[in-house]
């Protein structure tokens, strides 16, 4: 798959980095002969933060290439976004241009203003030109404002929508056109009111930015406005909270119908505190260290699969699906492909002892879902315990290095699981663990035969494993010499 990038900016190298390490290649268009070096800056913070958000190895990256025209650049692209300075005649010309090499190819454009009805003026076919605003970074932020116009095709806008899940984001389709779609809205009623407070020396920059992340921006992260608001009703839920601060809505609070006058007086104010509050930092530190916090508090979301953790647990689910079936009588049944994880690192830069059992723990799981004893069987009451596990280190796994972890059923009965779990990098393996796991009864606390339909998953593979050479290290314990 091929997506062509026009305007190589922030936002336009956030969105190429999006899709090579989503494993599209990419072919970037910008006159601007410093295009190449900004977008390579973006792709390098990509690289360091994206693969930390998930759980499954990512594709193998995309081809990166530098258009000389804007022809080449969109010609066999699958997908198209434009992230041209926000100028309406500029954004027309480019769609024109795009159009004669590629009339039919689906045109996003990041804009943050226009609405696509604007965007499709004199367009030779505008029934593939639409919004896709995103927002920054946008390698890593999952929102993206999908906006049609009434001329657009229905069928592309839903189609574009699962290229957008594709490579990881939440495609939020806005039904009704709208000067500057939902989320700059009411950004920028925030924004105005937050200049307000500056220009009448209520707060600095500073202030208010610690009012933020202190404060309520640590629940919208999480919850959203209206959600946040309906916890604050109490039991009596958002009936209670807008009967309680409704009438605040008419006291003299807010002065988002008036904006204070942009000069250079104000501009110099703000500016002036903002590199008071910021200026020992460079902007590539202030996205390093904004990036490693989104990380940290995705991760959060991901493991408690809520907000924007919900949108990392559906893409790794996609990737996972993608990955060969294993085939119980080639054994040993490869059943997890993992990436070594900033977050698996010990103070020797390996991965971490515990990662290690983590990814055994993946191996393991992954064949219990295989043989029908994965979540919906555990909540009937049923599953597998650990009961013993011998690990074995044999190699040493760094940042980033795809593991592989397969599965030898060594026997099996009813109510016994004994395994073979091989962790492995590029062919070689990095660790063993021998295991035995029981069949129990949840509610009983003791151990049971397992259901007719798991056993007949299960055994079909324990024989076609008899037949495997069992592996040297079986049944070794802890500091036994080699031989």
Request: hydrophobic residues 40%.
């Amino acid at each position: 798959m091929k997506a062509a990038i026009i305007g190589g900016g922030v936002i336009g190298g956030g969105w190429a980095a999006r899709f090579l390490l989503n494993g599209w290649d990419v072919a970037v268009f910008d006159p601007d002969p410093d295009a190449p070096r900004k977008v390579d800056a973006v792709l390098s913070n990509a690289q360091a933060s994206l693969p930390a958000l998930s759980d499954t190895p990512m594709p193998e990256m995309g081809m990166l290439s530098y258009a000389t025209s804007l022809a080449d650049a969109v010609r066999d692209a699958d997908f198209i976004q434009e992230s041209v300075s926000e100028q309406l005649d500029l954004k027309h010309r480019v769609y024109a241009e795009i159009q004669r090499t590629a009339p039919d190819t689906p045109i996003g454009s990041s804009t943050s203003g226009y609405k696509p009805s604007q965007l499709q003026e004199g367009a030779t076919n505008p029934a593939t030109i639409f919004v896709a605003h995103p927002f920054n970074p946008v390698y890593l932020l999952p929102l993206v404002e999908v906006v049609p116009s009434p001329a657009s095709d229905a069928a592309l806008i839903e189609s574009v929508k699962e290229t957008l899940r594709g490579i990881g984001m939440y495609p939020l389709h806005v039904r009704k056109e709208i000067d500057a779609h939902i989320a700059d809205r009411f950004l920028e009623a925030v924004w105005r009111e937050a200049l307000w407070l500056v220009k009448d020396g209520i707060a600095t920059t500073e202030e208010i930015d610690e009012a933020i992340r202190m404060g309520f921006g640590l629940r919208w992260g999480q919850m959203g406005l209206f959600e946040t608001y309906r916890i604050a009703g109490g039991e009596a839920g958002m009936k209670h909270f807008l009967a309680q601060f409704g009438p605040c809505l008419t006291w003299p609070w807010t002065k988002l119908m008036d904006v204070p006058e942009f000069n250079d007086e104000l501009v110099d104010l703000i500016a002036g505190q903002s590199d008071a509050q910021s200026g020992h930092h460079t902007i590539r530190e202030l996205e390093r260290i904004r990036d490693g916090n989104l990380v940290g508090f995705l991760r959060t979301l991901k493991e408690r699969d809520w907000g924007a953790g919900r949108v990392l647990n559906a893409h790794d689910a996609r990737r996972r699906e993608t990955l060969v079936q294993p085939d119980a009588a080639g054994a040993p049944m490869v059943m997890a492909h993992m990436q070594v994880l900033p977050g698996w690192i010990d103070y020797n830069g390996h991965m971490t002892e515990s990662r290690y059992l983590f990814a055994s723990s993946e191996t393991t799981d992954a064949f219990l879902r295989h043989i029908g004893a994965g979540l919906d069987y555990v909540e009937g009451g049923h599953s597998y315990y650990s009961a013993e596990s011998h690990i074995m280190h044999l190699g040493e796994a760094k940042l980033g290095d795809r593991l592989t972890g397969s599965i030898q059923v060594l026997s099996a009965d009813e109510k016994r699981l004994h395994l073979f779990i091989r962790i492995e990098r590029d062919g070689a393996p990095v660790a063993t663990i021998e295991q035995m796991l029981l069949h129990v009864d949840m509610k009983a606390g003791r151990a049971c035969p397992a259901s007719p339909d798991v056993l007949a998953r299960l055994m079909p593979i324990r024989d076609a494993h008899a037949a495997l050479p069992r592996p040297e290290t079986t049944g070794r314990h802890v500091g036994q010499r080699k031989s």
